[in-house]
C-alpha cells in the first residue's frame, strides 16, 4: 500500500480527482487530494497565490511517519518537483502525469514556451490580474474524450488560474529532486501539452519508466480505470513495501 497525494493542474481543484480515488483506494492505497491556493473551494484571493504557497501546500500534506508518493496533473509536475527538491525527505515517489518536468533554472512559463501550439494555448487569455480560458476552448482542451457528466461538473468548477505560480522555478538538484524516483503518465491525444512535448520532458528529465494511455489531457474523467492501472505500473517500479 502506498500513500498517494494527488495534484491537480491549473485551473482545477481536488474535485477533479473523484473517479480516480475510490479507484485507487480499493487497490489498498491511502489517497487524498488537495486544493491549490485560490482552486477548487480555496478562496484565496488570486494576487496572494504565489509559486511558495502552492508548494508549501503540498509540502504540508506531505508530510508524516510515511513518505508520500506525489502525482501532479499538468502545471503540478513543477510544483511536485520543487516539493522533492526541498523536502526529499517527504517524498517517496514523483509521478508526473501528462505534467510538466522542472528543468533548472526555468519557471512554467519558460517550459510552456517551448511546447507545440495546442487547443489550450490557443484559448488562453488574461483578464482581470489572472488567466482565463475561453469557454469555447475548454472542451476541446481538456475534456474531448469525456462524457456530458465530466464536462458539465468541469464547466462548472473550473476558476481562473493566478498566474504567479507560472513563473517559479523548481529546484533540480542531485541532492533534492534527483535522488527521488520518477515515472511519467503521458496522455498520447492531448491537446493541452502534445505528448511529443511530454515523451521530451521525461527524456530530458532521466525518467526511465514512461507509461502512456490512449486519451486526452484528463484521463482521471475519461479512462480513470485506466489510470489506477497504470499508476500501479509506476508504483511497481519503485514501491516495494
Request: proline share 7%.
Amino acid at each position: 500500500m502506498a500513500r498517494l497525494l494527488l495534484v491537480h493542474g491549473a485551473f482545477h481543484g481536488a474535485w477533479c480527482w473523484h473517479r480516480l480515488q475510490p479507484l485507487l483506494a480499493a487497490r489498498g492505497h491511502s489517497v487524498a487530494a488537495l486544493d491549490l491556493p485560490g482552486n477548487g473551494i480555496d478562496r484565496t484571493p488570486v494576487a496572494e497565490v504565489t509559486f511558495a504557497a502552492c508548494v508549501e501546500r503540498i509540502a504540508d500534506a506531505a508530510a508524516g511517519e510515511v513518505p508520500t508518493v506525489l502525482i501532479g496533473h499538468s502545471m503540478a509536475g513543477q510544483l511536485i518537483g520543487e516539493v522533492a527538491e526541498r523536502w526529499p525527505e517527504r517524498v517517496r515517489q514523483l509521478i508526473f502525469l501528462a505534467a510538466f518536468v522542472p528543468e533548472a533554472g526555468r519557471s512554467l512559463s519558460d517550459l510552456a514556451a517551448d511546447t507545440e501550439p495546442t487547443d489550450f494555448s490557443r484559448g488562453l487569455t488574461f483578464r482581470d490580474g489572472a488567466l482565463q480560458l475561453a469557454p469555447d476552448a475548454v472542451v476541446p482542451a481538456f475534456l474531448a474524450d469525456c462524457d456530458e457528466s465530466a464536462r458539465a461538473l468541469a464547466l462548472s468548477c473550473l476558476v481562473p488560474q493566478a498566474p504567479q505560480p507560472l513563473s517559479g522555478s523548481a529546484g533540480v538538484s542531485a541532492a533534492g529532486f534527483g535522488r527521488v524516483p520518477k515515472a511519467y503518465v503521458a496522455c498520447q491525444q492531448d491537446r493541452c501539452i502534445a505528448v511529443t512535448d511530454q515523451r521530451r520532458m521525461a527524456a530530458a528529465a532521466d525518467i526511465e519508466f514512461v507509461a502512456e494511455l490512449p486519451c486526452g489531457h484528463s484521463p482521471f474523467f475519461a479512462i480513470p480505470e485506466a489510470l489506477a492501472e497504470a499508476i500501479d505500473a509506476c508504483l511497481g517500479r519503485f514501491y516495494t513495501d
